[in-house]
């Protein structure tokens, strides 16, 4: 089943990602982190199933794992020395600033992984078109061409591999020596097929004045319904932000504010404007679970 927020519009599509990729960038609150890393994976699993398990493990553990052990390795700021390691002091303050530099590489790690289910090229095309033809141009191909050069690469090792010339066997110079045939041609194959593109793109009248874009998305109620929610939970962030319920410091000692009922209250609308896209699909799977039980 298609996922309901792909269908919606693209402008409030991109706002929410900017949203949901800003705030852990800007904000570095662990609370706010872990609704942020928790959202973005519930997501990913509607989104992508068991193969949400290949992101997490292949790109956001990797990237925690990395940084929550290497911060407090080089950052030796902080009041607060657990020990020594070769004269060199571990602070409380660096393993705290680690882990919530790990959650919020992570979190934009998976919520980038989402973008890139939600967002395709005429998506692209029909934010930009009008005010950036080339930039749009350009992003589009750039997000078509990635998953197309890994599809041919397959294709030409396969076909090395029954030919006697796979990467897999032999010695390092055999394999290394494959490994660059497969690259070469990898690397005609995007020649030929861009100057194809140019032709084709030529013969189609592109550059041509004036030019008029095609777009099949609408601004309707649903969308000025998310839209609506969306600038309410931005709006609470922004005064939020500006009242200081969501400050935090880490150096030269760790201080967060204190929870109070403001900032619970905060963190449930934060959550609740994050899990736009999974209530999203809880009410379209409910629909579609009532329309199939009065069959």
């Not at 990395?66 to 393993?95: C, D, K, Q, W």
């Not at 998305?217 to 939020?240: E, I, K, N, Q």
């Not at 109070?260 to 999974?278: E, G, H, R």
């Amino acid at each position: 089943m298609r996922d309901a927020f792909d269908t919606v519009n693209p402008i409030v599509a991109f706002v929410f990602f900017a949203f949901a990729l800003i705030m852990p960038m800007l904000v570095m609150h662990p609370v706010l982190l872990g609704i942020s890393l928790a959202c973005a994976l519930a997501w990913l699993f509607i989104l992508r199933g068991k193969r949400a398990w290949g992101y997490i493990l292949k790109f956001a553990l990797p990237v925690m794992l990395l940084t929550a052990v290497m911060n407090p390795l080089f950052n030796h700021a902080g009041v607060t020395i657990l020990f020594y390691l070769r004269h060199n002091p571990i602070t409380l303050e660096s393993i705290v600033y680690g882990v919530a530099s790990a959650g919020m590489l992570a979190s934009v790690v998976l919520w980038f992984a989402c973008f890139n289910a939600i967002f395709t090229s005429d998506k692209i095309v029909y934010l930009l078109g009008r005010f950036a033809p080339s930039l749009s141009l350009v992003l589009s191909m750039a997000l078509r061409f990635v998953p197309l050069f890994s599809h041919q690469a397959k294709r030409i090792a396969q076909a090395q591999r029954g030919a006697g010339m796979g990467t897999r066997g032999g010695s390092i110079l055999a394999r290394a020596r494959n490994g660059l045939s497969i690259l070469s041609s990898l690397i005609t194959w995007a020649l030929e097929s861009s100057v194809t593109t140019a032709d084709s793109m030529r013969s189609r009248g592109y550059g041509l004045h004036p030019r008029r874009s095609f777009a099949n998305y609408r601004f309707d109620g649903r969308d000025a319904l998310v839209g609506g929610l969306l600038a309410l939970g931005m709006l609470c962030t922004a005064l939020a932000s500006y009242f200081k319920l969501i400050g935090i410091r880490f150096f030269p000692s760790y201080k967060a504010n204190e929870a109070t009922p403001l900032f619970i209250a905060f963190c449930v609308i934060y959550a609740l404007t994050l899990l736009i896209p999974v209530m999203m699909n809880s009410i379209e799977a409910y629909r579609w679970h009532l329309l199939r039980s009065r069959i």
